[in-house]
Structures are given as C-alpha cells and as structure tokens.
C-alpha cells in the first residue's frame, strides 16, 4: 500500500540532514582539512591614560567574579519580582500586630 502511494517518489527516500547541532559545531570547530592560519601579530597600542587601563582591569576581573555575578543575580531577581507586584497588584498582605483579648 505504502509503495504504491503516489506521494512515495516523493516522500519515500531517506533524508539524513544535519541537526543545529551539527551545523553550529562546523561553525566553531574548524573542518579537519583546513588548517587554521596563524594569526597575524597586531602592533600593541599604549594607552593614552594608564590609570585607566589598570582599572578597567580591575573593573573586568570584579564583573567577572562569580561572587559579583551571584549578587547580580539575586538584585535582579529581586527587582523583578517587586515590580511585578507593583504591576499586578500582588503585594503581600501584612497581617495586624495587636493581639487579641
């Protein structure tokens, strides 16, 4: 039944193509072939300010701790759910401190 389907010339054959997968790997790794070309040198430029480079450095090693990250993270997700309350109106209830007699 199936081989006498007018729809098996086309559908019928076996396909195997590449998954995204696949295709990002090719992008990043380089094809076995290929030689990757040395990198050509570039002239080191001096900054015009070397305090500014000495703490861009520092500014770049602080933004990449994983402590600064975690921090980052955490103050994020706080604002995120204060402002969601204020817009939905979910602010949480504060139950009355007196007590009763």
């Keep these: 039944m199936v081989a006498a389907s007018p729809l098996q010339a086309e559908y019928g054959t076996t396909v195997d193509r590449d ?6 790997l090719a992008k990043v790794a380089p094809a076995p072939e290929e030689a990757p070309e040395p990198a ?6 001096e900054p015009e300010r070397p305090d500014v480079a000495i703490a ?6 602080v933004l990449g701790s994983s402590l600064f990250k975690s921090f980052a993270r ?3 997700s706080a604002a ?3 402002i969601t ?9 504060r139950r ?3 007590r009763r007699r």
Excluded: C, K, N
């Excluded at 998954?19 to 990002?24: D, G, K, R, T, V």
């Excluded at 861009?56 to 090693?61: E, H, N, R």
């Excluded at 309350?85 to 209830?93: H, I, K, Q, V």
């Design 19 to 24: 998954s995204a997968y696949e295709m990002l």
């Design 40 to 45: 050509a040198p570039t002239p080191r430029q």
């Design 56 to 61: 861009g450095g520092a500014l770049a090693t």
């Design 74 to 76: 955490s103050a994020a």
């Design 80 to 82: 995120r759910r204060e």
């Design 85 to 93: 309350r204020d817009l939905f109106g979910t602010a949480p209830r």
């Design 96 to 98: 009355a401190t007196r």
